[in-house]
Each structure stands twice: as C-alpha cells, then as structure tokens.
C-alpha cells in the first residue's frame, strides 16, 4: 500500500540556518516520484522539487536540496541559508508509476524560522 | 494569472443543503483533483478526474460527487452537507504524463452549520 509519513510536525531553526525536514514512504512499485510542496500562511500550496525514484544523484533548486535514501524509503528536504519566508508547512508526497492519477501526501511539517 | 481558479473562496452552508464547489484551470492539463485538508490530516484525496466526462473516486468519497464537463472544468458536489464536512477544498491540476507536478487553487474555506 501506498503511505507516506512526515513524523516531524513542528521545527524551529534560526534565520540563516540550515533545515532538514524528514519523510519515509511505502511503495510496492519499483518506478515512482517524490514531490515536496509549500504551504504560506495565506494558504497557497506550491510546488517545490521533485525525485524520481530511477535518478541516483540527488535534487537541487535553488536553496532547496533532497536527500534522497532509496535502500531506506526517505527523501529528506533541504533548505539552507533559511529565510524568515520559508516559515510554511511542507508536503513530502509521492505518485507511483503504475497509478499515475494518485498522489499521497504527508500530513506535513509546520517550520518556523525565526529572526 | 493564477492558473487554477476556485469559486467560491468562502461558503457557509445549512446541514442538507446542497453545494457545488468550482475549479477552473488555464493550464491544460488532463487530470484534476479535489482534496480536503483538515488539521491533523494533511492533505486527502476525494475525487479525481483525467478528462472530460471521467471522474474517479479517491480515498474519502462518500458524501461527494465529482463532474468534469470539460478540460477545463471540474466541480465537486455535496448533495446533502453536512457539518463533519466543513473543511478547506482544494483543486489541482496536472499533466498526465511524465512525472508531473500538481499546480493548485487558492482554496475554499466550507463551513456547514
């Protein structure tokens, strides 16, 4: 079955830090696609970055980076150098090859970056 | 412009009544989706859709039907609200093929009394 957990609900760092977020997920297909989203305040869900299952190298936008663990079902997100704009809720989620129409998501991690 | 379009933003309906929840998307895209988030829970998939005329059922569908009349168009109806079902909606959109990204609405914030 398809399940992913984020067990981190809250995380408070310093502005200018470095920030890794956790995610572990279940998949029984062997080709499959990672997403992290952003929630602001307002209430705007965007996307962020995306692993696919198949890429060994690990990967990078901006000032977000994954940390992708294959043998361990994880996909961490990074955010370094943070900024009081990134304070917002974060959605690992995942789509499996073989049921292209769904995508799960974690329940999400609350992080505060504080001044 | 924003890509993915809902209406209304905000409802408050009465526990039988029915209710109708737009989305519109400029993006072209095949598949749509109605998700429901409430705290604790993340975002829940309720119906979803890759094209005009399918609508599919995704993990919390009871209570909600689901019409897509168009590529552009899908909508989620509730025919007899009730109060366990006031929550904030969201829409998305994304393409079919490929490892696709979803592109969402701003949100309808429902209240049922």
């Known amino acids: 079955a398809q399940k992913v957990t984020q067990t981190q609900t809250s995380i408070s760092v310093m502005e200018k830090t470095t920030v890794t977020m956790d995610c572990v997920y279940e998949?029984?297909?062997?080709?499959?696609?990672l997403f992290w989203y952003k929630q602001t305040a307002s209430g705007e869900i965007v996307f962020l970055i995306r692993?696919?299952?198949?890429?060994?190298e690990n990967a990078t936008v901006g000032h977000y980076s994954l940390n992708f663990q294959k043998p361990k079902s994880s996909i961490g997100l990074i955010i370094t150098a943070t900024q009081i704009e990134d304070s917002a809720v974060y959605f690992c989620?995942?789509?499996?090859?073989?049921?292209?129409?769904?995508?799960?998501f974690g329940k999400g991690t609350h992080l505060h970056v504080l001044p | 412009e924003a890509a993915v379009t809902q209406s209304p933003r905000n409802k408050v309906a009465v526990t039988g009544g029915k209710v109708t929840l737009s989305c519109n998307q400029t993006?072209?895209?095949?598949?749509m989706y109605w998700y429901r988030q409430d705290t604790g829970h993340g975002l829940r998939l309720i119906h979803y859709s890759y094209g005009a005329g399918s609508t599919e059922k995704g993990d919390i569908p009871d209570g909600y039907k689901a019409s897509r009349p168009s590529q552009e168009n899908f909508s989620l109806i509730l025919e007899l609200a009730t109060p366990s079902q006031t929550s904030v909606y969201f829409c998305?959109?994304?393409?079919?093929?490929?490892?696709?990204?979803?592109?969402f609405g701003p949100g309808t914030r429902l209240t049922v009394l």
């Open positions: 998949t029984q297909d062997s080709s499959y696609f």
């Open positions: 692993q696919d299952s198949y890429k060994k």
């Open positions: 993006n072209n895209h095949n598949n």
């Open positions: 998305a959109s994304g393409d079919h093929w490929g490892a696709y990204e979803q592109y």
């Open positions: 989620a995942m789509r499996e090859d073989t049921n292209a129409y769904k995508v799960i």
